[in-house]
Structures are given as C-alpha cells and as structure tokens.
C-alpha cells in the first residue's frame, strides 16, 4: 500500500520568505503521480502543482516550484516570495498512474505567512 | 464558474436521521470520489466510481452509502449518523483516474453536524 508523509504539522515564515515543505512517499510503483494541494481556511481543496513520476524535470508553477527525488521518494515543495495569501493546510498527494485509482494524502503542512 | 458543485453548503441532522448530500459536476469526468475530512486532518477516502463501478475503500463503515445514477451526479447517503460523523465531506472528480494529465477537482464541501 502507498503512505504519504508530511512531517511538518505547521510552519511560519515572514512575507516574501522562501519557505520549504516535505513530503516523502513509498510506493512500489514506478509510474505515479505526485500533487501538492492547497486548502485555505475557506475549505476549497484546489491543486498547486502536479509530477509525473516519468518526468525528471521538476514541475515549476510561477512561484511554486518541486523537488522531486524518485529515487529518495521525496517531493518537497519550495514557495517562493511568499505572500499572506499562501496561508493554508498543504498536502501532498500520490496516484498511481492508473485506470481509477485513488488519491491518497499526506496529513498536511499548515503554513502561516506572517506579515 | 463552479466545476464541482456539492449541496448543501451545511447540513445539520439528528443523530440517527439519514441524510444525503450531494454532488455534482459539469466537466464530465469519469472518476467521482467522496472524502470525510476532520478538523486539522487529511481527507480519508470512503469510496469512489469510475464511471458506474463502485470501490468501497475496506474501512468505510457501512453506515455509509453511495449513488452515481448517472455521469453527473453522485450522492453521500448516511444511514443512521451518528456524533463521530461529524465531519466535513468533499467531492472530488478526475478524468480516467490515474492517466494523461489528471488532477482531482475538489468541490466546497459540506459540513454535516450531528446533534
């Protein structure tokens, strides 16, 4: 079975601060996805960036970008220039690259982003 | 405009009172899954569809009900809630589950109280 883990419950940075979050994940698959979702305080769960486990180049959204060590599991995400409205639970998520396979998440990273 | 539409918004039932929410989209996806999402916690999967086959998830409770009538809409039937169902309940959609550039579009939620 696939687990994902976050082992940061909640993390402050200043505004305009870089900020890193961790995720490590098992997995025996070897074609996968891998999410990090945003969830504001106003519930909405709305996905920040996607990798394919396929691909070696990192995904970059703006300024949300990943690493992505296949090898290691880990698929940390990096914001940069931080703003107050990246203030959220973030999780990170895995599928496996299948016919209707499930999401599975990590229990999440709430972020503060002090002004 | 709204993808994935979940109503009601907020739901309070009486304990033992079945209740059903809902769900429904418009971007025509082959995947629905339903989440029960606690406070400060990861959302756990109770089920899911691919089109109209259903995956009850081992740990679901038989408490806990689905309906995919059709491609559109899915519902959360629960049958006798009780007090620990309290909870929010996500919607999510994806188009072919785990293939080409998928993501899961989440609806707002509904919060079910039980008193």
């Known amino acids: 079975a696939q687990t994902v883990t976050q082992s940061q419950p909640e993390m402050s940075v200043q505004e305009a601060e870089t900020v890193t979050l961790s995720c490590t994940y098992d997995?025996?698959?070897?074609?996968?996805?891998l999410f990090w979702y945003k969830q504001p305080p106003s519930r909405q769960m709305i996905l920040v960036i996607r990798?394919?486990?396929?691909?070696?180049q990192n995904a970059t959204e703006n300024r949300f970008s990943v690493n992505f060590q296949k090898a290691a599991k880990s698929f940390s995400l990096k914001i940069s220039d931080s703003q107050l409205g990246d203030t959220a639970m973030y999780f990170c998520?895995?599928?496996?690259?299948?016919?209707?396979?499930?999401?599975?998440f990590g229990k999440g990273t709430r972020l503060h982003i002090l002004p | 405009d709204a993808m994935v539409i979940q109503n009601p918004r907020y739901q309070v039932t009486q304990f033992g009172k079945p209740v059903t929410l809902s769900c429904s989209q418009t971007l025509n996806h082959n995947v629905m899954y339903w989440y029960q999402q606690k406070s400060s916690q990861a959302p756990k999967l109770l089920f899911h569809?691919?089109?109209?086959?259903?995956?009850n998830e081992a740990d679901t409770p038989d408490n806990f009900q689905s309906r995919r009538p059709n491609t559109s809409f899915c519902f959360l039937d629960i049958r006798s809630p009780g007090l620990g169902d309290a909870a929010m309940y996500l919607c999510a959609t994806s188009r072919e589950g785990g293939r080409g550039n998928t993501e899961a579009f989440f609806g707002q939620g509904t919060r079910l109280t039980v008193v």
């Open positions: 990798q394919e486990a396929y691909k070696q």
């Open positions: 998520a895995f599928m496996k690259q299948n016919r209707d396979d499930k999401i599975i």
């Open positions: 997995t025996s698959e070897n074609n996968y996805y």
């Open positions: 569809y691919y089109d109209k086959d259903f995956n």
